[in-house]
């Protein structure tokens, strides 16, 4: 038999018995004996796997073993060898024949189990553990490796039962300590895992794994003050701990403190160079803080290591059309259509940048193309139907929505603008079922409640229920400037004009120069006689006309009506 403390005990007993072998075979002319030979060839093997020449090793230890083939100690060597080679299935096959024929020698069976917990057997190598345990209760790594395989298995009970039974001989464990509070967070048995965490402090004030845990502890609990308090202690602890990095930076994001969460990445990009991701997180970071042109070097840098992602590519396109550069983002999207010839999200991209530089024919050519591919995208058939309804196809915009609704019957958005495509072919009766249907979907649909309460408003019928629609969107939406505008004039219609004019003031607080609720305040200023008022709110609207079409024409006949008036 062979051991490590026996070998660290004898070596220069064994240097000096190897030179009074090589003596007296010389002077003696006699054959060297096994064990000095296996003595030797060990020694050489060990001097070979210090310094890492681990195939060299193994060589040695495979001739050790042929002058010594008992040695469970030697097989076992030969495993951890071929495991550290990655000749997993060797070392396997080595370590498990020296179990069967030495079924305790502990060595073997920690190797093994450590194998087979990294290929996740688990139950297997938490058997192995149990058998450790039982033929030497002082293995105390094996208390804390299956603590652990317990704990992954949700065994928390015999977790805290072998860690604590490690405890009970060993009060200052701190691995024991600090594994039990990881199972008990694990469990989600916060205050007790805490517990431990800080009896791994008292043991041990620089152990930064504890400080650590107890930051994650914090965050769990919403306690971002004390989390980062934590984190610095494991920085200062372990300045290339880069998981402190990334934890700060989580924290300083909920916190809204981009700069730092910026300090934070850039900290850990800086310790972690090959860590490309971070540029990405950056760059979302500049992109939500509308620094567009960092966000975009962010991305770009990105792209530098990965230049076939797209998902990256479109964050630049996203960037590039917050800043409105649409020629620029087009030609990025053909960079990624290039890649990926079927990228659905490049092509509604194309499809919605064209429709804003009103290039319609192309946007249209976009979200065909799609369908070319695939018909399952309910967007497309959206989007393509808002194409035609504004450049007044509105024939071939229903054709187009009716075909998504056959397709995605329950689809809310495309019944709700089908119906806003009803109301401009003053089809009243459909668009109204159109909108009832939206909202059995969905009662809470704010914009539905919205469009039918104002559709009943402005014919002057229904007024009860209108009110009771548009009450409910400005509960849901109570900011929306459109929906105060509706509350505005289905108060009017009411004929309640104080009310009226109180809540049509508040919607073009919200939505600056609209012309519809301009011309609404100039109806209300018309009925109360206060002409002045009237005649400045529909001029004004006048000359924000252009976005609401004929709007135009009937407030310059409501002017000439009202000069009219005046003149009389």
Same mark, same amino acid.
């Given at each position: 038999?062979?051991?490590?403390?026996?070998?660290?005990?004898?070596?220069?007993?064994?240097?000096?018995?190897?030179?009074?072998?090589?003596?007296?075979?010389?002077?003696?002319?006699?054959?060297?004996?096994?064990?000095?030979?296996?003595?030797?060839?060990?020694?050489?093997?060990?001097?070979?796997?210090?310094?890492?020449?681990?195939?060299?090793?193994?060589?040695?230890?495979?001739?050790?073993?042929?002058?010594?083939?008992?040695?469970?100690?030697?097989?076992?060597?030969?495993?951890?060898?071929?495991?550290?080679?990655?000749?997993?299935?060797?070392?396997?096959?080595?370590?498990?024949?020296?179990?069967?024929?030495?079924?305790?020698?502990?060595?073997?069976?920690?190797?093994?189990?450590?194998?087979?917990?990294?290929?996740?057997?688990?139950?297997?190598?938490?058997?192995?553990?149990?058998?450790?345990?039982?033929?030497?209760?002082?293995?105390?790594?094996?208390?804390?490796?299956?603590?652990?395989?317990?704990?992954?298995?949700?065994?928390?009970?015999?977790?805290?039962?072998?860690?604590?039974?490690?405890?009970?001989?060993?009060?200052?464990?701190?691995?024991?300590?600090?594994?039990?509070?990881?199972?008990?967070?694990?469990?989600?048995?916060?205050?007790?895992?805490?517990?431990?965490?800080?009896?791994?402090?008292?043991?041990?004030?620089?152990?930064?794994?504890?400080?650590?845990?107890?930051?994650?502890?914090?965050?769990?609990?919403?306690?971002?003050?004390?989390?980062?308090?934590?984190?610095?202690?494991?920085?200062?602890?372990?300045?290339?701990?880069?998981?402190?990095?990334?934890?700060?930076?989580?924290?300083?994001?909920?916190?809204?403190?981009?700069?730092?969460?910026?300090?934070?990445?850039?900290?850990?990009?800086?310790?972690?160079?090959?860590?490309?991701?971070?540029?990405?997180?950056?760059?979302?970071?500049?992109?939500?803080?509308?620094?567009?042109?960092?966000?975009?070097?962010?991305?770009?840098?990105?792209?530098?290591?990965?230049?076939?992602?797209?998902?990256?590519?479109?964050?630049?396109?996203?960037?590039?059309?917050?800043?409105?550069?649409?020629?620029?983002?087009?030609?990025?999207?053909?960079?990624?259509?290039?890649?990926?010839?079927?990228?659905?999200?490049?092509?509604?991209?194309?499809?919605?940048?064209?429709?804003?530089?009103?290039?319609?024919?192309?946007?249209?050519?976009?979200?065909?193309?799609?369908?070319?591919?695939?018909?399952?995208?309910? !967007? =497309? +058939?959206? /989007? &393509? $139907?808002?194409?035609?309804?504004?450049?007044?196809?509105?024939? #071939? @915009?229903? *054709?187009?929505?009716?075909?998504?609704?056959?397709?995605?019957?329950?689809?809310?958005?495309?019944?709700?603008?089908?119906?806003?495509?009803?109301?401009?072919?003053?089809?009243?009766?459909?668009?109204?079922?159109?909108?009832?249907?939206?909202?059995?979907?969905?009662?809470?649909?704010?914009?539905?409640?919205?469009?039918?309460?104002?559709?009943?408003?402005?014919?002057?019928?229904?007024?009860?229920?209108?009110?009771?629609?548009?009450?409910?969107?400005?509960?849901?939406?109570?900011?929306?400037?459109?929906?105060?505008?509706?509350?505005?004039?289905?108060?009017?219609?009411?004929?309640?004009?104080?009310?009226?004019?109180?809540?049509?003031?508040?919607?073009?607080?919200?939505?600056?120069?609209?012309?519809?609720?301009?011309?609404?305040?100039? !109806? =209300? +200023?018309? /009925? &109360? $006689?206060?002409?002045?008022?009237?005649?400045?709110?529909?001029? #004004? @609207?006048? *000359?924000?006309?252009?976005?609401?079409?004929?709007?135009?024409?009937?407030?310059?006949?409501?002017?000439?009506?009202?000069?009219?008036?005046?003149?009389?």
């Amino acid at each position: 038999m062979f051991s490590l403390r026996r070998l660290l005990t004898v070596t220069a007993i064994t240097v000096i018995l190897l030179c009074t072998i090589v003596l007296r075979t010389s002077s003696e002319e006699k054959e060297p004996t096994p064990l000095a030979d296996a003595y030797y060839e060990f020694i050489l093997g060990y001097g070979s796997e210090m310094a890492g020449d681990w195939e060299d090793a193994l060589k040695h230890y495979g001739a050790a073993l042929k002058h010594d083939p008992t040695s469970s100690y030697l097989k076992t060597q030969i495993s951890y060898m071929h495991l550290r080679m990655g000749q997993v299935e060797e070392a396997v096959s080595a370590a498990e024949a020296v179990i069967s024929k030495d079924s305790d020698y502990v060595p073997a069976l920690m190797l093994l189990a450590q194998v087979y917990n990294s290929q996740k057997r688990l139950d297997e190598a938490i058997s192995l553990y149990e058998r450790v345990i039982a033929v030497d209760p002082s293995e105390n790594d094996a208390y804390l490796f299956l603590g652990v395989l317990y704990a992954s298995k949700d065994r928390y009970n015999d977790a805290t039962r072998i860690l604590e039974s490690l405890l009970a001989r060993k009060p200052d464990a701190v691995m024991a300590l600090y594994y039990l509070g990881a199972v008990k967070m694990d469990a989600k048995e916060y205050d007790k895992a805490e517990e431990y965490f800080e009896k791994v402090i008292d043991l041990r004030t620089n152990f930064e794994p504890a400080y650590f845990s107890l930051g994650m502890l914090s965050e769990i609990r919403n306690d971002l003050a004390q989390a980062e308090t934590y984190y610095r202690q494991a920085e200062k602890l372990n300045p290339h701990d880069t998981r402190v990095h990334e934890r700060l930076s989580q924290i300083y994001i909920r916190q809204k403190s981009v700069d730092k969460a910026l300090e934070e990445l850039k900290g850990l990009s800086d310790q972690d160079p090959a860590n490309i991701d971070v540029h990405l997180r950056m760059g979302l970071l500049y992109l939500d803080d509308k620094r567009y042109d960092r966000a975009i070097e962010e991305f770009r840098t990105f792209i530098a290591y990965k230049p076939d992602d797209v998902s990256a590519r479109l964050y630049i396109v996203s960037t590039l059309e917050e800043m409105e550069r649409y020629n620029d983002a087009l030609e990025e999207l053909k960079k990624i259509v290039s890649i990926d010839p079927k990228n659905v999200s490049a092509f509604i991209h194309m499809g919605l940048i064209y429709g804003k530089l009103k290039q319609y024919d192309e946007a249209v050519r976009a979200y065909e193309e799609i369908l070319s591919f695939d018909k399952d995208q309910p !967007d =497309v +058939y959206l /989007y &393509l $139907g808002i194409i035609y309804t504004e450049t007044k196809d509105y024939a #071939k @915009a229903e *054709e187009i929505l009716r075909k998504g609704i056959s397709l995605f019957e329950n689809n809310e958005d495309l019944l709700f603008n089908l119906a806003v495509l009803l109301e401009k072919m003053n089809r009243f009766d459909e668009m109204v079922a159109c909108l009832r249907k939206v909202l059995d979907l969905n009662p809470k649909h704010a914009d539905a409640l919205n469009f039918l309460g104002y559709s009943y408003a402005d014919k002057g019928t229904n007024l009860d229920e209108a009110f009771s629609l548009i009450e409910k969107a400005a509960e849901l939406k109570p900011d929306d400037g459109y929906i105060l505008d509706s509350l505005g004039w289905v108060y009017y219609k009411l004929g309640k004009t104080d009310e009226a004019l109180l809540y049509l003031k508040k919607a073009l607080e919200s939505v600056k120069d609209d012309p519809t609720i301009l011309e609404h305040m100039g !109806d =209300v +200023y018309s /009925y &109360l $006689g206060r002409s002045d008022s009237a005649l400045e709110a529909w001029e #004004k @609207a006048i *000359e924000v006309s252009d976005k609401e079409e004929g709007l135009k024409e009937r407030v310059e006949d409501k002017i000439k009506k009202l000069r009219l008036q005046m003149s009389k």
